[in-house]
């Protein structure tokens, strides 16, 4: 089916060429409208009128609403089907309350702001056009769908989000039925609509499939190898390419905004500029009004927007994929999003389609504009002067203190170099790249190529310290693998926000890590008990040049420990742990930041009359042998505790027992561990409640060892 009844040919890309039958020609005439990047083109970085929709006072010294401005057209609006007989003025109107909701919603939450704002005007026209939860709509990154979940019949619960029992900050299919696939780390949509497409026509169903990707996550080479196989299958569906400029995270560096990372950026910016297009396009424009009537009015916009009528700079990567590329089209313009989005949805058997649309990150929220991270994820804050509300700590986070302990090892050799995939703010790394901005590599979202790359250095004599979440690691674990360990090379990896990580849920939760990394035969896994520890874990990775290195630390703030002089820590002697307390019947072997607990458990049974030792593993790759040994044989009983998953540190000491011979006699020994099973977001303090592993629960274990349940059932009360 062609697009208008008048058309210039466009080109085709191979997979059209090659079989005319199967996809039909996209023909294209040319609204009369104004150029996307001429005189209408939307700039960034400019505080706009205030929405005409929504009428409330400025706060007086502020730049935005002191109180929730009213939201007539969105009251009245609980599923997608109630927008179905809105006017278009009514859509911006629905789009301009629906940002206000949003702002003040994670005001009193806290959670990714900037994502979710740019993405509003899509939203709406998305669930306008289309019909979920029949049609699928895929989001990538999951943290941009917080105007999807208002929509879709979860805005009362919107005050719950990332709280406890509450809604979740990304998409969740136990959730709802219009999160169709769970989306919490990036670049998964194009792959699994993929798959939804397929099956929906091995099914025989016509239903749509739309793969929203963007704020990052084009980075990664997963979108890029679904794109690949979508060329090949061309299967209907549709990817929207939501180019918010901000090909990287977080989107600045503590001196200001960064540039976008990688070759992708730089393409997505001549797209948007392309000065022969335009011109042609303007040629075009005449031709319709020279004809002018009905013919001229009946153009749809989408052939305003549709880049393959020329070859060089402009869609080849995608057309050479095998998608039909569309774009850019302005992502605030309702009225281009809709007429676009419904011809594209008019047009059968089209195969796979990417619209190229250009939003801006924090759209609509002044302080959110204008800030160098977009407002990206934010505390709680006050909506009308943008002041988040950010606990105060008397000690720094951890993140803070491995970025100087690794500038302190950089300052005294000069071949320490750092790597993360698009996390500088999350990893800490942007205090590096301030210090040695020639040693910093940002890779963006790409953990696979970030191991590999630090591989590459480590052949070259350089030491990489690759800084990674533990829950991102595990997107790149072949290459943990195959290129690291498999060939001993001397990469060193800094795997934060280990454990349970609050808010973000069990997406981010790093549970796996000791599990997966201390199998490996050549690799050397540590764990700090505190921040000061972290410091002489950073030079001892720094130090070993023979093997791979790993080390864990936890979310939050340190415990106010002393820290090193010049935080120059001092190398451990690998496979070395040390004993904290010396006590008596039973021993506390904690490993990392379960250390802590373990010290606070002591302290609860002390009134009872028993004396624990406690002891810190330090590593669990190699193990402390003899610490270990002393422990078995000086104790009734053995209980080791980690804030991890089965598999993990506990499962190599007992290893180690059993072979050792140590369980043959009367040592009993029991294994604190992460429960089997995603535990789901919310406070800190609930999170380890439900995981088991407070200092209650500690000193309750202790307790029943000993026969002494009563007392445990007093302790337990405590929590």
Known sequence: MAFSTLSFPAQVNRAAASDPK????????????????????????????????????????????SQRPPTPILDTINYPIHMKNLSMKELQQLADEVRSDVIFNVSKTGGHLGSSLGVVELTVALHYVFNAPQDKILWDVGHQTYPHKILTGRRDKMP???????LS???????SEYDCFGAGHSSTTISAGLGMAVGRDLKGRRNYVIAVIGDGAMTAGQAYEAMNNAGYLDSDMI????????????????????????????????????????????????????IGGQVHELAAKVD???????SGSGSTLFEELGLYYIGPVDGHNMDDLIAILNEVKSTKTTGPVLIHTVTEKGRGYPYAEKAFDKYHGVAKFDPATGKQFKGSS????YTTYFAEALIAEAEADKDVVAIHAAMGGGTGLNLFHRRFPKRCFDVGIAEQHAVTFAAGLACEGVKPVCAIYSSFMQRAYDQVVHDVDLQKLPVRF????????????????????VTFMACLPNMVVMAPADEAELFHMVATAVAIDDRPSCFRYPRGSGIGVPLPPGNKGTPLEVGKGRLLIEGERVALLGYGAAVQSCLNAATLVEPLGLRLTVADARFCKPLDHSLIRSLAKTHEVLITVEEGSIGGFGSHVVQFLALDGLLDGKLKWRPLVLPDRYIEHGSPVDQFAEAGLTPCHIAATVLNVLGQTREALKIMTLT
């Open 239 to 290: 990817i929207i390419l939501n180019d918010n400029r901000q090909v990287s995270l977080p989107t600045a560096t503590l001196d200001g905004p960064a540039a976008p990372v990688g070759a992708l950026s730089s393409a997505l910016s001549r797209l948007q500029s392309n000065r022969p297009l335009r011109e042609l396009r303007e040629v075009a424009k005449g031709v319709t009004k020279q």
């Open 22 to 65: 199967k996809r039909a020609s996209f023909p294209f005439k040319f609204y009369g409208g104004e150029d996307l990047m001429g005189k209408s083109q939307f700039k960034f970085n400019q505080v706009r009128k205030r929405p005409a929709g929504i009428c409330a006072s400025l706060s007086e010294g502020g730049e935005y609403y």
């Open 160 to 166: 719950t989000l990332r709280q406890t029992n509450g």
């Open 494 to 513: 800094a795997m934060d926000r280990a454990g349970l990580v609050g808010a973000d849920g069990p997406t981010h939760c790093g549970s796996f890590d």
């Open 169 to 175: 900050g990304f998409t969740k299919r136990a959730e």
């Open 304 to 310: 305003e927007y549709a880049r393959g009528m020329i």
């Open 394 to 397: 008397s000690t720094q986070t």
